[in-house]
């Protein structure tokens, strides 16, 4: 077997000849025990890496799923060489222990040498990566071990998950879920900030190997339906979109597994409609989308989301300078377009655009003579210039912190300063006049 099969090619193509309506209800009814197994397996793999994820990609420790990921080959191929079979339990042991002893290998060489966590990670992946590659390779090779399927567990294979394998993978999620539940204070302490942690009396390095063995057994729950090689995916890709959505850890820990769940049943569903299309690949390439969706769509961070708000702000900028222009001395006289452009060094139609938005909101109006602040414009030009008055005496009086983020012309200066200091300003403002 030299390539991962789907879910849907362990039922003997017989899904492959229905259409796409039936393949879907044949899914959905759940009468399939292997499609029942499948979707129960990448659900406790999808939940169990979201719910670490997020720990992982706060410390920065990507890399650390990569590394273990790759470091269980030699475990697996030593599990197979206790019995010379495929017993599940020696495999799982074998791949437990062997990420274990990797991390543990990591830890050594961090504190024994000076090398960035990075490049000792990097070392770790390659070197017990290769000698799980030769390892698989003899077996492969062996008369009792050219039948094992063991490289299936390279690109995972979801339809072969077995009762008895999902019963380990259930009690292994349910340890890593009752671990994190216990520390999870601590877990979240040291992911923000680890010395302050430790200053506080919380055991952070004892906390960060919890972590690392957590890991380890959310990899070993994992290789099965994903594989070694996309395993990283399942541990990175939930918690790095949550990332994107929030800046709540709890809320994150909840998107990043609701995305995990979410991402399993769906590439099961994917490969379950056609004869050959594997199931790991299509997890992580939902997973991908989801990112991509947040990334460009993200409420705070997304690129257009990002762009959309600039945008915007450029022109609320642009009209409330325009407001400030057409209110300096001429309150009572209009202006032209064409002249309002020179002065403010910008083109008409950017000065047209802005006259649009403030006319949308009452600001100015037009007559013969040209363009004429309202009522309730002068009065939102005097709190523009207020506003600015009160930044520049806040400027005055605490220099030290001159780099606030503040623009007059379109911040909330309550926001920025809060409601007392303001009072307080505005207080000294109005005795200065």
């Not at 393949?23 to 999808?46: K, N, Y």
């Not at 915007?312 to 642009?318: A, D, I, N, S």
């Not at 005496?393 to 909330?412: C, K, R, S």
Request: hydrophobic share 50%; charged share 15%.
């Amino acid at each position: 077997m030299n390539t991962a099969f789907s879910l849907a090619a362990s039922l003997g193509g017989v899904v492959a000849a229905s259409d796409f309506g039936t393949q879907m209800r044949r899914f959905w009814s759940l009468e399939d025990p292997s499609v029942r197994t499948a979707i129960l397996g990448t659900l406790l793999l999808g939940m169990t890496c979201g719910l670490l994820g997020s720990f992982v990609v706060l410390r920065r420790l990507s890399l650390l799923g990569d590394s273990l990921g790759h470091a269980v080959l030699p475990g697996i191929c030593a599990g197979f060489l206790v019995t010379m079979t495929k017993d599940i339990r020696w495999i799982f042991t074998g791949a437990a222990l062997s990420a274990m002893l990797a991390a543990g290998v990591i830890a050594l060489i961090q504190r024994r040498t000076r090398l960035k966590q990075d490049a000792v990670m990097g070392l770790v992946l390659s070197g017990f990566y290769g000698l799980g590659v030769v390892m698989l390779t003899r077996l492969q090779n062996s008369s009792s071990g050219n039948q094992s399927g063991l490289n299936r567990f390279l690109f995972g294979q979801a339809s072969a998950i077995s009762t008895e394998e999902l019963k380990i993978m259930a009690v292994l999620a349910g340890i890593v879920l009752v671990v994190v539940l216990l520390a999870y204070k601590e877990l979240a302490a040291t992911s923000f900030d680890e010395e302050f942690a430790a200053a506080c009396g919380i055991p952070a390095r004892a906390i960060h190997y919890l972590l690392m063995m957590l890991v380890a057994i959310a990899i070993v729950i994992s290789i099965q339906a994903v594989g070694i090689v996309l395993l990283s995916a399942m541990l990175i890709t939930p918690a790095a979109t949550a990332y994107l959505l929030t800046d709540r850890l709890k809320v994150m820990i909840l998107l990043s597994v609701m995305f995990g769940a979410v991402a399993g049943v769906a590439g099961a569903n994917i490969s379950f409609l056609e004869s050959h299309l594997p199931t790991g690949p299509f997890i992580v390439a939902v997973l991908t989308l989801f990112f991509v969706a947040a990334f460009f769509f993200s409420p705070q961070q997304g690129l257009l989301t990002r762009l959309h708000r600039r945008h915007r702000r450029q022109r609320q900028t642009l009209a409330d300078q325009l407001v400030r222009l057409l209110h300096v001395g001429t309150s009572s006289q209009a202006q032209s377009i064409e002249k309002l452009a020179q002065e403010m060094h910008t083109s008409d139609s950017q000065v047209r655009k802005a006259v649009n938005l403030l006319r949308g909101d009452g600001l100015v109006k037009t007559d013969a003579g040209g363009l004429q602040l309202t009522t309730i414009g002068r009065e939102y030009a005097e709190m523009l210039d207020r506003n600015a008055k009160l930044w520049e005496l806040f400027l005055a009086q605490e220099g030290t912190i001159a780099d606030v983020p503040f623009d007059p012309d379109t911040d909330d200066i309550e926001q920025v300063l809060g409601v007392d200091l303001k009072r307080q300003l505005e207080g000294q403002l109005n005795g200065v006049h």
